[in-house]
């Protein structure tokens, strides 16, 4: 047995490698030439053009587009076997948290050195960095070990897509103002027999959590937030907590059940979903919206592109956003804003092949030449889904209502992201069932409370979660803060 | 070990007297076996092997001996997931059994052949059909936008109209539905060919006696057939014990809650989600388990003439 | 549909007093009706996937959000066009690759079906549990020892990848059939060859396997299914293009935040093409396999 266990225990290095003359494999996600975006119009082929004249001024090097292969799980089966032999594509395009789950595997290269050197595709670059338009959405990307492992290239918005001509024949004059004037448009819609709102893939909970949160507790966030953001992403994110931060802060009693502030998010969100659509997993929205069976639909910038050249489309559409919570909904609201859900898109990232392969100088090289802005506005044009992250690049003018959007700021944390997938997991799994009246809200308050203490407890002893400086900080407000828990009710 | 002494004389009787040399049946053997032992046991064998470890692939496994299995039979999580099998292994056990058999015995009685050929077609050409589409057509029959809720919209029951996959009373039973009406073309061909088989001049005599059809499918076909049935209940059986894509596609997670969890699921979750692959090859042996024991006494209970190695 | 009537009918006609014999007819007459209509229904239905797929595979993005169930008019051919540029280097491994796993399989599981069937030798039922219960470790524990293996054993990335262990693992059932097979058959004529002097191998080539084509016909279909459909295994083992098979390539319109049906689905029929061939082919053998009660268990 321990035979058997020794050579299936250890990572095996690839053998069939460095080989002369291999192609550098890339996955540039949406803009992997032959992807048709949406499954609408012709494929895109911008992405080939531009490696063929990288390939030109760059003799014996070759671009070898690859897709990475989804079997619809964002944990990606194929990708992780691939990097555990050391096979994976040099270039591969996914959501960077993924990467931070790998860290103490060196699956993939932290790029902070490479973002210091010139770009020298873009004339008087000193820093490859300061050609991205939004450096510091660039910069939130950083792993819990404070290094970088992914190029921002493109950003992503999302947006109430509503039907005009649904809400106005049921005499609803227009987007809402206020988020109690959203409910009672909703009430309206409903009692008509239509789905006021929905979002694809049950994403609209784990969206509205996040920005329900941010309305909540806007106020308060300065003085909660232990570790001011850093000077390079204040721009993009104000009093943004980290996942440690979440942690400590939740040993002092903030984001459980005994935190008033927590209880009214979960209020609202489940108040909320009365309006969504029956199943939450899979209710079909697309379908619903197109023929005129939904009144909100709840989607990314992509979706522009399908309906703008849906031709079975008989009714005339707009774009808004979330309204703001004000007091009459909350007193704990302040009436900010709603921000943004959304950021950073194509997140490209170099893998382990590259250093195996002894190509990673020439990764960095492309992955430079691809976002120069000549460059990278001809494939996020192309496509027509996402906006350009570089300065100087231009975008396409159907694009510009979710630019309007993307002024505001990020949400102080993405609850979904943060969290280790194992504790996530269980997370989206309660608030599903919590939202389905599985649960009542004490008793999803309950798991919730336990499965935040499992997880801080899971990061014992690691040394991003040294809470030292947190405690500090903690020490000096302690007074204010503590007064925001248990209130007499 | 259920060979009364005479069958055993007349198997014996009815072997062939003069057999090849040993070397030449193990060197035929060894082909096959050695593919058998190089893919699959030394794989397996390491699988099952981690049970007893910690083990998070891409690091080197840690022995822990049986501590899995004690965390295992006080997981609530999985044993949810067992009751949730016990459930819906139970449902899909019945249907698969005996609508297969019902439809058989249709079409066993369709006087036309060629009817009978086209519905025997008819039942094999949708196995090609990739379950991930099956799954899919499922989902959107489920939908807000689905068939079912627009049926019962249309017959003005809108309160009994639930998000038949989210919601908590109804998910379990709205994936155990997926493959209605059940009749699944291979277990039909299987249950029609022992129909075919049965021999004539017992169906006269059963005539003769006076057996109504419910009678004769009961008292004749059943007992004939039990070979078929011991088959489709072993097949069925590892499907359902191992199987998770349903679920999986279905639901993604075994939500809501853990209301559609099953073991395979969860293995699998352990073992490329959760980066427990040591816990998954727990339930790995586990369900390995409980499906020889399972397949041990389907062959002590069902017991056929057909002679059986070892048996 | 015919509406002769059945042996139900005839009994019970026979048996019933002549004073109720009309209402009976009538009553007997209306549930060979229903039971014909019910198994039409269930026929139907079973028979919809299929149906779909066809329908779906001739619809553009739109077309399928705004008529889902129904097949849309005009039709989009482009779908096939598309997804047979994309996928014909696939398919051409899909098949190589099947044709080496069915031959592979069919000669392993014949070979030692017919020597457990037939012989017996010290270890032979230990061997037989040995192969049988590898039916029951579940494929996906496996997945990720079975990958490191063949890591080591340099088969990445290879045409052997995808049939030696489909082999390995898939003429288990083979066996289990065929050796049920064997054993049914009329052990005098193997001793009629015996005396004629025919060994091992000329029992097996002449008097086994001619009679067994039927059941060959099974084994073959669903080590074809088996081979054609999977894609878990391809998908992890194998990432160039030059060797990929079919069902993984297909996933490239699986998209991360949209799917391509259209041409998704246009690939699932053009993949299911050749299996639809190899069943008209085998048909007869398979249906008469199914018929000859080899399946026993």
Same mark, same amino acid.
């Given at each position: 047995m321990a035979a058997v266990l020794g050579f299936c225990g250890g990572v095996a290095t690839c053998e069939a490698q460095a080989l002369g003359g291999k192609p550098i494999l890339v996955d540039l996600g949406p803009y992997t030439p032959g992807?048709?975006? @949406?499954?609408?119009? =012709?494929?895109? &082929?911008?992405? !080939? $053009? /531009? @490696?063929?004249?990288? =390939?030109?001024? &760059?003799?014996? !090097? $070759? /671009?070898?587009?690859?897709t990475m292969i989804s079997t619809g799980t964002t944990e990606g089966e194929w990708l992780k076997t691939q990097l555990i032999g050391g096979i994976a594509p040099e270039i591969v395009t996914m959501n960077t948290e993924v990467a931070w789950q790998a860290i103490d595997k060196d699956w993939f290269v932290p790029l902070d050195e490479f973002f210091q050197r010139p770009n020298t595709y873009i004339p008087g670059n000193e820093h490859w960095m300061d050609s991205f338009a939004n450096p510091a959405l660039t910069n939130s990307k950083r792993a819990p070990n404070g290094k970088l492992y992914c190029l921002t290239l493109d950003t992503v918005e999302t947006g109430f897509f509503y039907n005009k001509t649904l809400l106005n024949k049921l005499g609803i004059a227009g987007p809402p103002e206020t988020w109690s004037e959203m409910l009672d448009s909703f009430k309206v819609i409903q009692d008509a027999g239509i789905t006021p709102m929905t979002a694809q893939f049950n994403i609209a909970s784990d969206w509205g959590q996040d920005i329900v949160f941010e309305m909540i507790y806007h106020?308060?966030?300065?003085?909660?937030?232990?570790?001011?953001?850093?000077?390079?992403?204040?721009?993009?994110?104000?009093?943004?907590?980290?996942?440690?931060?979440?942690?400590?802060?939740?040993?002092?009693?903030?984001?459980s059940s005994r935190d008033p502030r927590w209880r009214e998010v979960n209020r609202l969100v489940k108040e909320w979903r009365q309006y969504w659509a029956r199943e939450l997993k899979f209710s079909d929205p697309l379908r619903l919206f197109f023929?005129?069976?939904?009144?909100?639909?709840?989607?990314?910038?992509?979706?522009?592109?399908?309906?703008?050249?849906?031709?079975?489309?008989?009714?005339?559409?707009?774009?808004?956003?979330?309204?703001?919570?004000?007091?009459?909904?909350?007193?704990?609201?302040?009436?900010?804003?709603?921000?943004?859900?959304?950021?950073?898109?194509?997140?490209?990232?170099?893998t382990n092949s590259a250093v195996n392969n002894g190509t990673l100088e020439d990764c960095v090289d492309f992955l430079m030449f691809l976002s120069a802005p000549q460059n990278i506005e001809r494939i996020t044009n192309e496509a027509l889904m996402f906006m350009p992250n570089v300065k100087g690049a231009k975008m396409d003018e159907r694009l510009q209502p979710f630019s309007e959007i993307f002024k505001?700021?990020?949400?102080?944390?993405?609850?979904?992201?943060?969290?280790?997938?194992?504790?996530?997991?269980?997370?989206?799994?309660?608030?599903?069932?919590?939202?389905?009246?599985?649960?009542?809200?004490?008793?999803?308050?309950?798991?919730?409370?336990?499965?935040?203490?499992?997880?801080?407890?899971?990061?014992?002893?690691?040394?991003?979660?040294?809470?030292?400086?947190?405690?500090?900080?903690w020490q000096t407000r302690k007074e204010v803060l503590l007064r925001e828990l248990d209130p007499v009710r | 070990m259920n060979s009364t002494p005479s069958g055993k004389a007349r198997r014996r009787a009815g072997r062939p007297a003069g057999q090849p040399s040993l070397w030449i049946i193990y060197s035929l053997l060894f082909v096959p076996f050695s593919l058998l032992v190089v893919f699959n046991y030394v794989p397996a064998m390491s699988a099952l092997g981690h049970a007893f470890t910690d083990w998070d692939p891409g690091k080197p496994a840690v022995w822990t001996g049986l501590s899995n299995f004690q965390q295992l039979l006080q997981d609530p999580i999985f044993l949810k997931s067992l009751a949730n099998l016990a459930k819906l292994g139970l449902f899909v056990f019945v249907v698969n059994l005996t609508?297969?058999?019902?439809?058989?015995?249709?079409?066993?009685?369709?006087?036309?052949?060629?009817?009978?050929?086209?519905?025997?077609?008819?039942?094999?050409?949708?196995?090609?059909?990739?379950?991930?589409?099956?799954?899919?057509?499922?989902?959107y029959i489920y939908s807000d936008a689905g068939i079912l809720t627009a049926v019962l919209e249309g017959l003005g029951l809108n309160n009994w109209i639930y998000g038949w996959l989210s919601h908590p009373k109804t998910a379990l039973w709205a994936v155990a539905f997926v493959g209605f009406p059940f009749a699944h073309g291979f277990n039909v061909l299987i249950y029609y060919a022992g129909l075919a088989n049965i021999p004539q001049s017992i169906?006269?005599?059963?005539?003769?006696?006076?057996?109504?059809?419910?009678?004769?499918?009961?008292?004749?076909?059943?007992?004939?057939?039990?070979?078929?049935?011991?088959?489709?209940?072993?097949?069925?059986?590892?499907?359902?014990?191992?199987g998770f894509?349903?679920?999986?596609?279905?639901?993604?997670?075994?939500?809501?809650?853990?209301?559609?969890?099953?073991?395979?699921?969860?293995?699998?979750?352990?073992?490329?989600?959760?980066?427990?692959?040591?816990?998954?090859?727990?339930?790995?042996?586990?369900?390995?388990?409980?499906?020889?024991?399972?397949?041990?006494?389907?062959?002590?209970?069902?017991?056929?003439?057909?002679?059986?190695p070892g048996a | 549909?015919?509406?002769?009537?059945?042996?139900?009918?005839?009994?019970?006609?026979?048996?019933?007093?002549?004073?109720?014999?009309?209402?009976?007819?009538?009553?007997?007459?209306?549930?060979?009706?229903?039971?014909?209509?019910?198994?039409?229904?269930?026929?139907?239905?079973?028979?919809?996937?299929?149906?779909?797929?066809?329908?779906?595979?001739?619809?553009?993005?739109?077309?399928?959000?705004?008529?889902?169930?129904?097949?849309?008019?005009?039709?989009?051919?482009?779908?096939?066009?598309?997804?047979?540029?994309?996928?014909?280097?696939?398919?051409?491994?899909?098949?190589?690759?099947?044709?080496?796993?069915?031959?592979?399989?069919?000669?392993?599981?014949?070979?030692?079906?017919?020597?457990?069937?037939?012989?017996?030798?010290?270890?032979?039922?230990?061997?037989?549990?040995?192969?049988?219960?590898?039916?029951m470790v579940p494929g996906v524990l496996m997945l990720i020892p079975q990958f490191v293996w063949v890591q080591q054993l340099g088969m990445l990335d290879t045409y052997a990848v995808m049939y030696l262990p489909y082999i390995a693992g898939m003429q288990v059932m083979g066996m289990y059939l065929l050796r049920s097979f064997f054993a049914q058959l009329d052990q005098a004529l193997f001793e009629s060859a015996q005396v004629d002097g025919a060994g091992l191998f000329l029992q097996l080539w002449h008097v086994a396997l001619p009679l067994s084509k039927p059941v060959l016909g099974i084994v073959a279909i669903m080590s074809a299914l088996g081979v054609w459909n999977s894609f878990l295994w391809p998908l992890v083992t194998v990432s160039s293009d030059d060797v990929m098979v079919l069902t993984a390539g297909i996933l490239r319109y699986n998209g991360r935040m949209f799917n391509q049906y259209g041409p998704m689905f246009a690939g699932y029929v053009i993949s299911a093409i050749p299996l639809l061939i190899l069943f008209m082919l085998f048909t007869r053998a398979f249906m008469k396999g199914i018929t000859s009660g080899a399946l026993k268990g």
């Open positions: 992807t048709i975006p @949406a499954g609408i119009g =012709e494929p895109v &082929q911008e992405s !080939r $053009r /531009i @490696a063929d004249e990288w =390939e030109k001024s &760059q003799p014996g !090097r $070759r /671009i070898k587009y690859q106020d308060l966030l300065p003085s909660l937030d232990p570790i001011p953001s850093p000077p390079d992403i204040k721009d993009y994110q104000v009093n943004f907590l980290d996942p440690q931060e979440a942690g400590f802060l939740f040993t002092k009693g903030f984001f023929t005129g069976r939904l009144a909100v639909l709840w989607d990314g910038s992509w979706t522009i592109r399908r309906l703008a050249k849906d031709p079975y489309i008989n009714f005339e559409w707009g774009i808004g956003y979330v309204p703001a919570i004000t007091q009459e909904t909350s007193r704990y609201a302040s009436g900010s804003p709603a921000t943004l859900i959304g950021g950073a898109a194509t997140q490209v990232h170099i505001r700021k990020s949400c102080a944390i993405q609850w979904m992201e943060a969290m280790d997938p194992e504790y996530k997991k269980v997370w989206r799994r309660w608030l599903d069932y919590y939202l389905e009246d599985g649960f009542s809200q004490e008793e999803y308050l309950k798991v919730l409370d336990e499965n935040f203490a499992a997880w801080v407890k899971s990061h014992e002893g690691d040394a991003a979660w040294d809470f030292t400086q947190m405690e500090a900080t | 609508i297969p058999f019902l439809v058989a015995e249709m079409i066993f009685h369709l006087r036309s052949e060629r009817w009978s050929y086209a519905a025997r077609v008819a039942l094999v050409l949708p196995m090609i059909v990739p379950g991930v589409v099956v799954y899919m057509i499922w989902q169906l006269d005599a059963a005539e003769v006696d006076g057996l109504g059809s419910a009678g004769k499918m009961l008292r004749i076909h059943i007992p004939l057939m039990l070979g078929q049935i011991r088959l489709l209940t072993i097949v069925t059986m590892i499907g359902v014990i191992n894509e349903s679920v999986y596609i279905l639901t993604r997670d075994g939500g809501p809650g853990y209301e559609t969890m099953v073991p395979g699921l969860y293995m699998f979750l352990n073992g490329f989600v959760f980066e427990r692959m040591g816990y998954a090859a727990a339930i790995g042996l586990l369900l390995l388990f409980f499906l020889l024991v399972f397949t041990l006494l389907i062959n002590r209970f069902i017991r056929t003439e057909d002679y059986e | 549909m015919s509406l002769e009537p059945s042996i139900i009918e005839r009994i019970e006609i026979s048996a019933a007093p002549t004073p109720v014999r009309g209402k009976r007819l009538t009553l007997a007459r209306a549930w060979g009706v229903a039971w014909r209509v019910g198994l039409a229904g269930i026929l139907f239905l079973t028979f919809f996937p299929f149906l779909f797929l066809v329908i779906t595979s001739l619809k553009n993005t739109h077309q399928f959000y705004h008529t889902f169930w129904l097949p849309a008019w005009p039709p989009t051919w482009g779908n096939y066009v598309q997804a047979f540029a994309d996928l014909k280097g696939y398919i051409f491994n899909s098949l190589l690759v099947t044709a080496i796993s069915i031959s592979g399989i069919l000669a392993c599981s014949t070979v030692t079906g017919f020597l457990f069937a037939r012989y017996r030798f010290p270890g032979r039922e230990f061997l037989y549990y040995m192969m049988l219960a590898m039916l």
